[in-house]
């Protein structure tokens, strides 16, 4: 099992997911991370859905509770230093968008100005699971501002120096001790119609 999950860690990093910033506000606050955790959940080009998976514990999944609302951005190969504004520290502690020109268009939900393309989406289902709060949203707007390929992962990493990956490891092993706790609870509570076998 040891063994397997070490294999798992390997092949997990050495994928290359498109990197998005996630937004929210609700109405006194606003907030926003950075996640992998985002699908295209429907196929039907006249009914397009995304999937995010958040953690329970972060400040933007709050808000996106609170408010049905989010916006996931793809960035630009040249936009990791928007990427790393977005993954460290909490919304909680520090208003992430202050650096950040906004769309005028959208009073409700923060949109960034600058970025490869967005997605506007409502939530209409959501499933906690301890680890992760799962939120499936219709998407109502969207715009894309570039042909290029956005940037992914791999190349934020590279463009990480040594302290901002201890920053990255340190802030990964708190959410993953807190959230353990999380998912155990989840698994001894599995509803009867989201129970498998
Ligand atoms: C490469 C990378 C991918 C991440 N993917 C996710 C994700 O899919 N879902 C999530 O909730 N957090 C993810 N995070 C962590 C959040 O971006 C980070 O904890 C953020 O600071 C939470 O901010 P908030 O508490 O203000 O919402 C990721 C971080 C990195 C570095």
Redesign the pocket.
């Known amino acids: 099992m040891e063994l397997a999950a070490g294999k798992a860690e390997d092949i997990f990093r050495s994928l290359n ?1 498109e ?2 910033v ?1 937004t929210a506000a609700d109405s006194e606050h606003r ?8 699908s295209q959940a429907s196929l039907d080009p006249a009914r397009p859905v995304i999937l ?4 329970p ?7 996106v509770r609170n408010s049905g609302q989010l916006v996931v951005h793809l960035l630009n190969s040249d936009q990791s230093d928007v ?1 790393w504004n ?9 208003d ?1 968008l202050a650096s950040c020109e906004l769309e005028t268009t959208f009073p409700d939900i923060p949109v960034l100005a600058s970025c490869h393309s967005f997605l506007l989406g409502r939530v209409f289902a959501c499933v906690e699971t301890g680890e ?2 799962y939120f499936w949203a219709d998407i109502e707007q969207a715009e894309k501002y570039s042909s290029s390929a956005p940037l992914c ?1 791999q190349q ?2 590279q463009w990480c120096d040594e302290d901002k990956k201890n920053v ?1 490891k340190s ?2 092993l708190t ?1 993953v001790q807190l959230q353990r706790d999380l998912e155990s609870n989840f698994r001894q509570s599995i509803p009867d119609w989201l129970r498998f076998g």
């Open positions: 997911r990197l998005w996630v907030g926003g991370l950075l996640a992998t955790w985002v995010a998976g958040l953690a514990n972060h400040y933007t999944t709050e808000l990427a977005f993954c460290r520290d909490s919304g909680r502690e520090r992430k992760r709060t992962e934020f990493l990255l802030d990964k959410d």
